[in-house]
């Protein structure tokens, strides 16, 4: 046995370097360092659309992934997109338009997978973006199921709404904090069923307008409330490029996963986000937001937006090497079967007839 002295002197010391210690600091935020001084609204982000409706299955015509959340997180995504519907069993789902269509399964269901991904990666600042076509409560819907999910003590909540772009925290605080989720809803956030984890996203963030079918991605602001400027909030570029199968009165749009090299090359993007930068005080989209984000070159588009040079990535990347890239990835997509489209349009036909 210790005599009493020394177990006093060793707690003591305990104490003592407990106080002095320092809170545990990253020293990498979102795979670089230099992102840990930058704020969380001056890093562009490449985020998966529709990232559950995710499918290796060309007929499956509502999809707009090809690989799964784990995969989509590895590759570098650091903003899901999702579409919730109530489904038949009154539980709350991700499905593409609505649960007949695409089925993604439970938003719980969901976001477990999404915890279980933050768990192992500490270091990483992740946004959650949902829309919420059918106003459900985000206090007495939404918000429960974040709590089962475990991560609404992950979420960043600002200390009075909104947040003007130049006031969000860096990427090294929310991580050292511990609160490194932020979650939007584009609709109810700021309604009558608040909740202080869930933020309104047009209050603080503009979109490019939806639904575009022209390639050349003409910039507008699209979907802005609140008192701040367009300029102080951030803003989203919808980067997909939707095709008209169907001409015909409003159409039947979808996204192609074969236009997917050319639309998520780095040229594409790039001009895109340069079309937009005098309507977001210059600055670089916050987040690029795009379908079948394992093709093409988004990443790659994301790091030059924000400054980083990879050692892989000479300064003549954007001019010689990307080029040849985006032409093989897409010679490599269009050896898929040919007659693709076609068979999309009689696909969709059949459905609008099966319909009608
Ligand atoms: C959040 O964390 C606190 C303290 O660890 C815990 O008591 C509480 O139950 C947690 N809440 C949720 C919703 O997980
Ligand atoms: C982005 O575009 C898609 C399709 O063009 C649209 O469904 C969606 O609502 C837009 N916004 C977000 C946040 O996904
Ligand atoms: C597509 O966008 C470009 C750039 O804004 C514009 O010049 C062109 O007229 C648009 N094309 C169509 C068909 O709207
Ligand atoms: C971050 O700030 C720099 C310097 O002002 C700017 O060039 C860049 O476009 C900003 N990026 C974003 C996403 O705000």
Redesign the pocket.
Known sequence: MLPLQLWVLVSAAATAFAATTPARRATVCNGHAEFCSRLYSNVTYVGAHDSFAFSQDPFALARDQEVDIPTQLKLGIRLLQGQAHMNSDNVLHFCHTSCSLFDGGSVLDYLKIVKTWLDQNPNEVLTLLFTNPEGWGPATVWRPIFDQAGISNLTYIPPSLPVKQSDWPTLGSMTDSGKRVVVFLDAEADGPDPTDIILPEFSMVWETPFSV???????SVDRIHGPLATEDHMYMINHSLNKNIIPIGSGVIITDPIDAPTTNGVPSILANAN?CAPLGGNRAPWVVLLDYVNIGAGLQAADILNGIVKPSASSSAVSSSTAPTVTQKSAAVSDRPQHFAVISTLVVVSWVWAWI
Not at 213 to 219: G, L, R, V
């Open positions: 079918t022209n390639a050349s991605f003409p910039c079309g």
